[in-house]
């Protein structure tokens, strides 16, 4: 059982570069989110998809977009990588959008924007 | 901005001993919290997750929660080295929609030493 598989797992980009993160879960979850990880931050979400066809802002969408392709695929797209978006990036699910499920994660990306 | 605040550590226990993990959160409407344990380069793992006031036991884990004084413990008793990774705390806030959008504290390391 895959549970949540992104990829890649690694990534050097150049300043300017973009990139897609790939995102996909096979459990029949609703809900699906992008986060990204930094050293005494904690995790903050940047977008998240309550369900299949709708996409929503969190607390740090700026610099990113994304796209839910389909009940089981949540992707993450940098237009023009910057030096602050390096990160780990971890995508998640949940089976419904209801208060009492916590996430599945994905084992995350590794990004450095150079 | 709603926020969630742990200590980051390290806390050192010895092996046997039990640790003792806090967390305070801001958002007084706050439903459920979840403690997630996370080894270094590795996802976060969810351990349990409580939403009413009291005591939860799973195993050697008991989350506590006293919602009126806005703060969540994990207590693990019988520490093992094999414990030591950074526990993260989350709070699903007041819903908005009724979506589900954890919160993350930054975490707190532990170290158990034999």
């Known amino acids: 059982n895959a549970g949540v598989t992104q990829t890649p797992k690694f990534q050097v980009l150049k300043t300017g570069q973009s990139m897609t993160l790939q995102c996909a879960q096979d459990m029949n979850h609703n809900s699906m989110y992008w986060y990204r990880q930094d050293p005494g931050m904690g995790l903050r979400l940047i977008y998240y998809?309550?369900?299949?066809?709708?996409?929503d802002k969190g607390e740090v969408p700026n610099g990113y977009n994304v796209s839910r392709l389909n009940k089981r695929e949540f992707s993450l797209r940098l237009e023009s990588a910057a030096p602050s978006q390096t990160s780990v990036y971890f995508c998640?699910?949940?089976?419904?959008?209801?208060?009492?499920?916590?996430?599945?994660f994905g084992s995350g990306t590794r990004l450095t924007v150079v | 901005q709603k926020e969630v605040e742990q200590n980051s550590g390290p806390l050192s226990v010895p092996e046997g001993a039990i640790a003792s993990l806090n967390c305070t959160y801001s958002d007084r409407g706050s439903q459920s919290f979840f403690w997630y344990r996370q080894y270094s380069g590795k996802s976060p793992e969810l351990i349990m997750f409580?939403?009413?006031?009291g005591d939860k036991e799973d195993g050697r884990f008991t989350a506590q929660l006293n919602k009126a004084s806005q703060y969540v413990s994990l207590l693990i008793r019988d520490s093992q080295p094999s414990d030591s990774a950074t526990y993260l705390c989350a709070v699903n806030p007041l819903v908005s929609g009724g979506y589900n959008k954890l919160i993350f504290g930054a975490g707190t390391r532990l170290a158990v030493h034999p």
């Open positions: 998809s309550a369900s299949e066809g709708t996409t």
């Open positions: 998640a699910s949940t089976p419904l959008s209801g208060e009492v499920y916590g996430y599945t």
């Open positions: 409580i939403y009413s006031n």
